[in-house]
T-cell receptor, first 112, second 115 residues
């Protein structure tokens, strides 16, 4: 069964304290892995798509990496405005392009 | 429009009633998706439209759930004989094509509460 597990469930950081979020996945052939950010009361906001092991993508203080079993979202020198829930999702080769399998997310809090 | 619009933003209904949830995608986006998100969970896939047709409806939990997109733009998710377990945030998203490389643009959702 295709599934996504994110850890930790919650993470508290001080402003400027770098850290990483983990996304472990089991899928019958990976078509793509996605990171989204979700603020309270809002829909998820797209961040990155990764397709193959070794691939990296960066956006401001965020960098996403991918291996054959997991992905990491590295946050460098976070600011309070980075506080949100970060969702990881995979798209399986056997599924439709519309069907993403999401993890439960990591709730990040950055204190000033 | 500038983004994906979902109406209503909140809906409270009694158990057993029928509800319709509306999604206005970004203009020109051919692909449209419905997901459902329960408290503390990630979004769960329901159905995916490419144009007017449902390309994948494998996520609809049972035959009480139905969705349409008659003109290839606005979509309506219909739930018959609502149950308390249907309470969740229903998210709609759209993308220019069915290729997810650029990600989906989600709306803010409709929070459905069945009492």
């Amino acid at each position: 069964e295709d599934q996504v597990t994110q850890s930790p469930e919650a993470l508290r950081l001080q402003e400027g304290e770098s850290s990483s979020l983990n996304c472990s996945y089991t899928v019958s052939g990976l078509r793509g892995l996605f990171w989204y950010r979700q603020d309270p009361g809002k829909g998820p906001e797209f961040l990155f798509t990764l397709y193959s092991a070794g691939e990296e993508k960066e956006k401001e203080r965020l960098k996403a990496t991918l291996t054959k079993k997991e992905s990491f979202l590295h946050i460098t020198a976070p600011k309070p405005e980075d506080s949100a829930t970060y969702l990881c999702a995979v798209q399986a080769k056997g599924g439709s392009q519309g069907n993403l399998i999401f993890g439960k997310g990591t709730k990040l809090s950055v204190k000033p | 429009g500038a983004g994906v619009s979902q109406t209503p933003s909140n809906k409270v209904t009694e158990k057993g009633k029928y509800v319709e949830l509306r999604c206005d995608p970004i203009s020109g986006h051919t692909a449209l998706y419905w997901y459902r998100q329960s408290l503390g969970q990630g979004p769960e896939f329901l159905i995916y439209f490419q144009g007017t047709g449902a390309a994948d409806d494998s996520g609809l939990p049972n035959d009480r759930f139905f969705a349409v997109r008659p003109e290839g733009s606005v979509s309506t998710l219909k739930i018959q004989r609502t149950e308390r377990g249907d309470s969740a945030v229903y998210l709609c998203a759209s993308s220019p094509t069915g290729d997810s490389i650029y990600g989906y643009t989600f709306g803010s959702g409709t929070r459905l509460t069945v009492v």
